[in-house]
């Protein structure tokens, strides 16, 4: 037997459609419907408020909960039995979709994400990584590269593990721009089977930059204690709510071209409110987008640290907490649509994600004047203390990238 290694990363991926393996042994025998793009972009956040309330870190957070919903979906194609119902359920989805409009509509949402925006660069790619000598089968290889433009290389881990690692790690930092240069600190092991990866590479430029000559050093209160960080100061009119059954207020900072915006959520409570809390108020994808919709243009005195945000996990225990389990077992495992030639399982999950956010915009692997004077009636919104963050497709409502901001780390 060998081990399915299956990695993930971020500045993330999908695209594409086209016929699918047969699954009729997999499939519940209810009659079947078709998803929609709406159902699966609510379901993406529903994603990202349960990764994150199972990553218990008290440290920054950060991650991309498409990334992750696109890779679980890639692994769906390869997967039967109990493995493909643990991702299906996992994945939010009711019973009786059809799985072949599951990812016709991924598909969908990706392309217009990724549509050509001014100002913002986004650029998805998946990779498939195969041994040398494993037999994968058709069905699969083809709905990779046709459902998911999936870029399928072969690797001979077995003989040189070193060469094939470093070949991975350069197709990563090639995707995501060289924000993430070493996402596999360590050789593979020789007995590595496939190794599945998914990057999303994200540049967004402020629609309405911060000044970079009032970028001041200012404590920001992690909770247990008070560090400096540049802070960024603007005043300027944005979407703002004040939310009373969240005892928080949230802000917008669209992005150029009107396609994307970073929404900040804070809390009215003390520093040392637990940021998961505030996440499980929420509730679901439903609550969060009808904040959203309420949010009115309201003038604004924004305070926002310089920052690089960068996060690596495995996760391998979330997702067993999400009841993703059979896929790491390796007796339980079952990848009959991959490959029939040898039993593999997966070893580990692992994702990494990199934002930086500067007076100009957000670069993550995720013009219009403004005024310089603070405004006598504007709202004050000081990110100098714990927050969520996220950044957002605003037709689909997809989240690309997801943080809880404890301590940001200082971008000089």
Not at 47 to 57: I, Y
Not at 79 to 104: F, K, R, V
Request: proline share 5%.
């Amino acid at each position: 037997m060998r081990t399915g290694v299956l990695v993930l990363v971020l500045v993330l991926a999908w695209c594409c459609v086209s016929t699918l393996p047969d699954t009729s042994a997999t499939l519940p025998s209810t009659p079947q419907r078709p998803a929609s793009s709406t159902l699966l972009a609510d379901l993406v956040q529903e994603m990202a408020l349960e990764l994150s309330s199972e990553m218990r870190d008290t440290t920054t957070v950060t991650f991309s909960p498409l990334s992750i919903t696109s890779l679980l979906s890639v692994l769906m194609l390869g997967t039967s039995g109990i493995s493909y119902q643990q991702i299906y359920t996992a994945l939010g989805l009711p019973p009786g979709i059809d799985e072949a409009s599951i990812h016709s509509n991924f598909k969908q949402l990706i392309d217009s994400i990724i549509q050509s925006s001014q100002g913002v660069t986004l650029n998805i790619a998946n990779g498939i990584f195969v041994r040398k000598g494993v037999h994968v089968l058709y069905d699969f290889s083809r709905s990779v590269r046709e459902v998911y433009a999936a870029q399928v290389r072969v690797l001979d881990f077995e003989k040189n593990s070193v060469a094939a690692t470093n070949t991975i790690n350069d197709w990563v930092k090639n995707k995501t721009s060289g924000m993430i240069s070493q996402l596999l600190g360590q050789p593979l092991s020789p007995q590595t089977e496939f190794v599945a990866v998914n990057t999303l590479f994200f540049n967004g430029i402020w629609e309405f930059p911060f000044i970079p000559d009032l970028t001041i050093n200012g404590p920001f209160q992690t909770g247990s204690e008070i560090i400096q960080v540049p802070m960024m100061r603007a005043a300027m009119t944005l979407r703002y709510i004040d939310i009373p059954d969240l005892n928080a207020h949230m802000v917008e900072l669209p992005y150029v071209g009107g396609k994307f915006s970073m929404y900040i959520l804070m809390s009215h409570g003390p520093v040392s409110s637990n940021l998961q809390e505030l996440e499980l108020r929420i509730r679901d994808a439903t609550s969060l987008n009808n904040y959203i919709r309420d949010m009115v243009e309201t003038s604004v005195s924004v305070s926002l640290p310089r920052m690089r945000l960068s996060y690596k996990l495995s996760l391998k225990e979330v997702l067993k907490a999400l009841r993703v389990s059979s896929i790491f077992d390796n007796v339980k495992a079952d990848f009959g649509r991959l490959t029939a030639s040898e039993h593999v399982w997966v070893d580990d999950v692992i994702h990494e994600t990199v934002v930086e956010v500067t007076e100009v915009g957000t670069k993550a692997a995720s013009a219009t004047s403004v005024s310089i004077n603070r405004v006598a009636s504007a709202v004050t919104f000081m990110v100098n203390r714990p927050a969520m963050l996220f950044i957002r497709d605003l037709p689909s409502g997809l989240p690309l990238f997801w943080c809880r901001l404890v301590k940001p780390e200082p971008l000089a």
